[in-house]
């Protein structure tokens, strides 16, 4: 079945310093990428949408210029989180479809990030 | 605005029983309604979609009906295992968008 690779899988990082977070799809081409967000005891938070070759679309209250997202190929897209600060620190999963929507959505295994 | 709810925050049941989690929504109407399994620390698991024009859906012990009209979706573990203790979460998508909305999971625990 479909696969999807995080990296890493947990990251600590000092206040001020970036993150980038990798998510590749292992068996598919994947042509739509998203990032969710997710706080201990709360559900996923939609972050962004990224389509291979153009600009990532952001969900409302997410700042753009802190979370990059990259989708440069039908494999891979990565969450650039810059500057960080503590109120960042949470679970960052991504997931990936290709064109057909009939299985559900591929999940990776998520980043756990804590910034100190 | 778009709301999803699933009912029990956390459900606890004996092993051999019938697991019955809700999953309410409003404000909305879409076309797939789809069931995955999270466990502590890792992505969600995709188990069943159901689209809107369809009223049930089985794959091996587990089945999720959708009735629109109640604007709810129910998943069924049958013979429920320990090993089907996790979060289970409902997530609703549009026909146009492909983006997903979660609800909030509800945490199963099957007792030995």
């Known amino acids: 079945g479909a696969v999807v690779s995080q990296h890493p899988s947990r990251v600590i990082c000092k206040s001020g310093t970036s993150v980038k977070i990798e998510c590749r799809s292992l068996?598919?081409?994947?042509?739509?990428m998203f990032w969710y967000r997710q706080f201990p005891k709360q559900s996923l938070m939609l972050m962004a949408t990224?389509?291979?070759?153009?600009?990532?679309?952001?969900e409302q209250g997410v700042e753009k210029d802190k979370f990059l997202i990259n989708h440069a190929s039908l494999t891979l897209s990565t969450l650039t989180v810059t500057s960080a600060h503590p109120e960042d620190s949470s679970f960052y999963i991504c997931?990936?479809?290709?064109?057909?929507?009939?299985?559900?959505?591929?999940f990776g295994s998520g980043t756990r990030l804590t910034v100190v | 605005s778009q709301k999803i709810e699933q009912n029990s925050e956390a459900l606890n049941i004996q092993e051999g029983k019938t697991a019955t989690l809700t999953c309410n929504y409003t404000?909305?109407?879409?076309?797939?309604l789809q069931w995955y399994r999270q466990d502590p620390g890792r992505g969600p698991v995709f188990l069943l979609l159901?689209?809107?024009?369809?009223k049930e859906k089985r794959k091996e012990r587990l089945k999720v009906t959708f009735d629109t009209t109640l604007k709810q979706s129910l998943f069924h573990i049958t013979a429920s295992q320990p090993a089907d203790s996790a979060t289970y979460l409902c997530?609703?998508?549009?026909?146009?968008?492909?983006?997903?909305?979660f609800g909030s999971g509800t945490q199963l625990t099957v007792l030995p």
């Open positions: 990224s389509n291979e070759g153009s600009k990532a679309t952001y």
């Open positions: 404000n909305y109407s879409p076309a797939y």
């Open positions: 068996d598919f081409q994947a042509t739509t």
């Open positions: 159901i689209r809107e024009n369809e």
């Open positions: 997530a609703l998508s549009s026909g146009s968008a492909r983006q997903l909305t």
């Open positions: 997931s990936a479809s290709s064109d057909s929507f009939d299985y559900g959505y591929t």
